[in-house]
C-alpha cells in the first residue's frame, strides 16, 4: 500500500489553530483503500475508475475502535460518492474499501 491522496477529492477540511488537515488515502489500487477524514461534514469522492469489480466499504469509528453498521457493496469504474458515517459527522472517521470475502 502507498499514500495515494489524489484519488479523493471535495472532503471537508478541518482547520485547527496551527494547520489545516485534508484527507487521506492509503492504498494498494484495484485491492484496499484506506481513508482517513478529519471531518466527515463532506466526505467527498474517491476515484475508482481504475479499479474494476465490486468492493465493500465499512465506516471505522475512531472513538471507539469498531466498524459501524452497515457496511454497503460499491462498484469500481468510476468516482464513488463515499456517504456519511452514522455518527457526528463533525468528528473524525475511517473508510475501509476492500473486495468481498469469497
Not at 91 to 97: G, K, S
Amino acid at each position: 500500500m502507498r499514500p495515494m491522496d489524489g484519488l479523493l477529492t471535495g472532503e471537508s477540511r478541518y482547520s485547527g489553530e496551527a494547520n489545516v488537515c485534508e484527507g487521506q488515502v492509503f492504498a494498494r489500487e484495484g485491492e484496499i483503500y484506506a481513508v482517513y477524514l478529519p471531518v466527515a461534514e463532506k466526505t467527498g469522492i474517491l476515484d475508482l475508475s481504475k479499479a474494476s469489480g465490486t468492493f465493500v466499504q465499512r465506516w471505522y469509528n475512531p472513538r471507539t475502535g469498531e466498524f459501524e453498521k452497515p457496511s454497503r457493496e460499491i462498484k469500481g469504474g468510476e468516482p464513488v460518492e463515499l456517504g456519511s458515517p452514522q455518527g457526528k459527522a463533525s468528528e473524525d472517521w475511517a473508510v475501509l474499501i476492500t473486495r468481498p470475502k469469497e
